[in-house]
């Protein structure tokens, strides 16, 4: 599934979105200190440890949800939330607290992609690459 979050009209930067008391978990960089207000169906997916899929980001505003393996009839689309974490650029880091029940759960999923990415070599930090 392609969605392409640069045709979204209205953006904020981190003072107005701060300012605007908007509580939202849709809040998506796209780049040049600007974000918007994802309500793709991408944007619904949940978080897995274990993933069936995954986002490849073409730029930061336009991205792919793409299967890594074949998925079953009504089987629940997951990807993994630290793997998509590229707008840390105001460094404040989240913490989830994850239930996703997946033999490989991690317990606690982190925002820091960069943390991320110096850990990948690791078990409990996977970065699947397309291609």
């Known amino acids: 599934m392609f ?5 979204i009209k209205k953006r904020y930067t981190l003072k107005e979105i701060e300012k605007s008391n908007v ?3 849709h809040w998506e960089y796209i780049g040049r200190g600007k974000y918007v207000l994802d309500f ?6 949940n978080h897995s440890c ?3 899929a995954y986002v490849e980001f073409k730029t930061l505003g336009k991205r792919y949800l793409i299967a890594l393996r074949p998925i079953k009839k009504g089987e629940e689309i ?13 460094n404040e880091t989240w913490i ?3 239930k996703c029940g997946s033999k490989n759960c991690r317990k606690k999923v ?22």
């Open 3 to 7: 969605y392409d979050l640069t045709k």
């Open 40 to 45: 793709s169906y991408a944007s619904y997916v």
């Open 78 to 90: 997951t990807k993994d939330y630290a793997l998509e974490a590229v707008d840390q650029i105001d």
């Open 110 to 131: 982190s925002g820091d992609f960069s943390n991320c990415q110096r850990r990948s070599k690791r078990k409990n930090c996977r970065i699947y690459l397309h291609g």
């Open 50 to 52: 274990d993933p069936n």
């Open 96 to 98: 989830l607290d994850c």
């Open 23 to 25: 509580g939202s978990e």
